[in-house]
C-alpha cells in the first residue's frame, strides 16, 4: 500500500493553491511478470512462451498531451518504439497543464518486468474582470499493442501485474458544477486462438475510474491499486498463437467559468481525446495495411 499513498501524496502536491480550480490523475501497471505452466506433465513437451520479434514499431507508443484552447496553447509528444517494449518517456507542458508518459523496465523485448507509468494535472485560476474564461485539459497515455506469441502445447501462461490508479477534482463552490474531472485507467488484455485450437479466447482485467469536482467546492478523488492478472491456454498438442496489449491512459480537464458554462468546452475534449489515444490507434491500423 506504500506505492498508492505514494502516488496519492503526490497528486495532491499538484494541485494549486484554494483559490485555483484543479484536477489530476495518474496511472500505473507492472513489473509484469510472465508466469508458464506445464498442464501435462507426461507429454515430454517442456512448457515455454515465446515472443516474436517481428512485432511492428508503432505498435509501443507514449503520448504525453496538454491544451489550452481559450489561449490556443498546445504542447503534445509522442515517442514510438524502434521494438516492442523500448524504454521510452515523454512529457508535456502549458501554462495551466501537465502530463508524463513513460515506458520502462522490460528486458530482451518481452514484457517481463515492464511498467508503465502516467501522470496528469490541470488547474484554472479564479475569474476575474481580467480572466473571466479558461480551461485546460491534459491526456497521456502509455500502451503496446498486440505483442504476439507463441505458447507450447499442453500450457498455460499467466501474465500478472500491479495496477495503481488514483485521481482528484476541486471545484471551487458555485463556478461549474461536474467542470473539473480526473480520469484513469490500467488494463492488461489477452487475445488469441480458443484452447482446443478453434474460435477465439480473451481474458481481460484492470481498474479504471472517473471523478467530477463538487459543486460546493470539495474535493473528490479515487485511489485504488489491485494484482489483476490474465491468461491463454493450450490444451492441444501443437502450439497455439496469442497477443498481449497493455495499456495505461489518463484524461482531465480544470475550467475558470465566471458566467453560465457554453458547450465548446465538451468539444475541446473529445479534441483531446482524438489527437491521443484515438489518433495514435487509427495510425497504427493504417500503417499495418
Known amino acids: 500500500m506504500k506505492k498508492l499513498h505514494a502516488m496519492a501524496i503526490a497528486l495532491a502536491a499538484a494541485s494549486a493553491l484554494p483559490a485555483w480550480a484543479s484536477s489530476g490523475s495518474q496511472a500505473s501497471i507492472g513489473p509484469i511478470a510472465v508466469t508458464v505452466y506445464d498442464l501435462n506433465l507426461t507429454d515430454g ?3 515455454s512462451v515465446t515472443f516474436s520479434p517481428n512485432n511492428k514499431a508503432e505498435d509501443t507508443a507514449v503520448v504525453a ?7 490556443n496553447l498546445q504542447d503534445r509528444y509522442v515517442s514510438l518504439g524502434d521494438h516492442p517494449w523500448d524504454t521510452l518517456s515523454e512529457s508535456a507542458h502549458t501554462p495551466l497543464a501537465w502530463a508524463t508518459a513513460s515506458l520502462t523496465g522490460a528486458t530482451s523485448a518481452t514484457p517481463i518486468g515492464a ?4 501522470a496528469g494535472g490541470a488547474q484554472t485560476p479564479a475569474p476575474s474582470a481580467n480572466y473571466l474564461f479558461d480551461y485546460a485539459l491534459y491526456e497521456s497515455f502509455s500502451t503496446v499493442y498486440d505483442t504476439s506469441f507463441t505458447l507450447s502445447a499442453n500450457s498455460k501462461v499467466t501474465f500478472s501485474a500491479l495496477v495503481s490508479i ?3 477534482a476541486d471545484n471551487r463552490a458555485n463556478i461549474f458544477r461536474d467542470g473539473d474531472s480526473a480520469f484513469a485507467l490500467a488494463t492488461l488484455d489477452l487475445t488469441g486462438i480458443g484452447i482446443n485450437g478453434t474460435g477465439i479466447q480473451r481474458s481481460y482485467s484492470g481498474l479504471s475510474e472517473t471523478t467530477y469536482g463538487s459543486y460546493a467546492g470539495n474535493r473528490t478523488s479515487f485511489s485504488f491499486e489491485r494484482l489483476v492478472n490474465v491468461s491463454f491456454e493450450n490444451q492441444t498438442d501443437h ?3 496469442g497477443s498481449i496489449t497493455v ?3 489518463i484524461q482531465g480537464r480544470s475550467y475558470a467559468i465566471a458566467a453560465a458554462p457554453v458547450p465548446e468546452p465538451e468539444t475541446y475534449a473529445l479534441f483531446l481525446s482524438g ?3 484515438v489518433g495514435w490507434a487509427a ?3 493504417k500503417k499495418s495495411l
Open 65 to 71: 498531451n496538454t491544451f489550452q484552447p481559450k489561449l
Open 275 to 277: 489527437l491521443g489515444l
Open 247 to 249: 495499456l495505461s491512459w
Open 166 to 168: 488514483a485521481g482528484y
Open 283 to 285: 495510425r497504427r491500423r
Open 115 to 118: 511498467q508503465l507509468s502516467i
Open 45 to 47: 513437451i517442456t512448457s
Open 239 to 241: 502450439d497455439l498463437a
